[in-house]
């Protein structure tokens, strides 16, 4: 149940696209689609934003994009807001109905 | 509204134990499986436990397995965590979490369990 490794930052402008890196291994997020990220914010619980590697909960701005390739998910931020700082989490179905997280990137919005 | 409310955190010596809550609302509690997630201060998230939605199955994560119990009373709309054998590495945030499908969907606001002597 090893983390999945993600950037420790990422920043940009408003306005500008960030995108977030999730590598895990071949048993996790290679092969299941069942990547999801969360936003949270400072003091605040954590909140779904992308699940299935691709798909929106109602209510998430279509600005948050997900998408897969090989051992590595990402999450992309497009038309960054100031609202959009914080951080995010992506965590992956890692079988035997076990999940894993990965460590955490913190957004900022400069 | 979907709401879940955290409970029974606070201070407790190493090898000690706990008992968390989380109450249910909103949604037919007993139709969902439901997880626990911790955060350690500063820290990353981390799967904790899992348990369906009849409460017949049970999964664990390494670092706790043996140590904490899962459990639920469908009648009363409640998830528990039943923490023994405390370690001062489970100091953390303890949220309980709904899930639809593989992703935890809703959460609550956490209750911090201190392990220190």
């Known amino acids: 149940q090893s983390a999945l490794t993600q950037p420790r930052s990422v920043s940009g402008s408003p306005g500008q696209s960030v995108t977030i890196s999730c590598t895990g291994t071949?048993?996790?997020?290679?092969?299941?689609?069942?990547v999801s990220w969360y936003q949270q914010h400072p003091g605040k619980a954590p909140k779904l934003m992308i699940y299935?590697?691709?798909k929106r909960p109602s209510g998430v701005p279509d600005r948050f994009s997900g998408s897969k390739s090989g051992n590595t998910a990402s999450l992309t931020i497009s038309g960054l807001q100031a609202e959009d700082e914080a951080d995010y989490y992506c965590?992956?179905?890692?079988?035997?109905?076990?999940?894993?997280f990965g460590g955490g990137t913190k957004v900022t919005v400069l | 509204e979907v709401q879940l409310l955290e409970s029974g955190g606070g201070l407790v010596q190493p090898g000690g134990s706990l008992r968390l809550s989380c109450a249910a609302s909103?949604?037919?509690?007993?139709?969902?499986?439901m997880r626990w997630v911790r955060q350690a201060p500063g820290k990353g998230l981390e799967w904790v436990s899992a348990i369906s939605d009849s409460g017949g199955n049970t999964y664990y994560a390494d670092s706790v397995r043996g140590r904490f119990t899962i459990s639920r009373d469908n009648s009363k709309n409640t998830l528990y965590l039943q923490l023994n054998s405390l370690r001062a590495e489970d100091t953390a945030i303890y949220y309980c979490?709904?899930?639809?499908?593989?992703?935890?969907?809703?959460w609550g606001q956490g209750t911090l369990v201190t392990v220190s002597s």
């Open positions: 299935d590697v691709t």
């Open positions: 909103g949604f037919t509690f007993s139709n969902s499986a």
């Open positions: 071949s048993s996790a997020v290679g092969y299941y689609d069942y």
């Open positions: 965590c992956s179905y890692a079988g035997s109905y076990t999940w894993v």
């Open positions: 979490a709904k899930v639809s499908g593989y992703r935890f969907d809703y």
